[in-house]
């Protein structure tokens, strides 16, 4: 079965990651998925998402960015 891709947005407050781990994390977790069944991916990396063809489905997480910002890194995971 293919993955399910988590795509992180941005990270959460350095408090909140330090005590309850990232966004992704809290995803996965939710989701009842353990490392075989989701792909945690940072929107932000420099390298360029996988082909969606490579999963199951996708789940975006939240981020303190705004979408009007049209930073590239989030115009590129848009694309």
Known sequence: MKPLAIITMG??????ARTHGEFGE??????????????I?????PAPLPPPEQFCG?????SHFWVTD????SEAAAA
């Open 70 to 73: 049209r930073e590239p890194w």
């Open 58 to 62: 996708a789940i975006l997480s939240g």
């Open 41 to 45: 991916l940072a929107a932000q990396d």
């Open 26 to 39: 809290w995803i996965a977790a939710g989701v009842g998925g353990g490392p075989d069944c989701c792909r």
């Open 11 to 16: 990270s959460t407050f350095a408090e909140l």
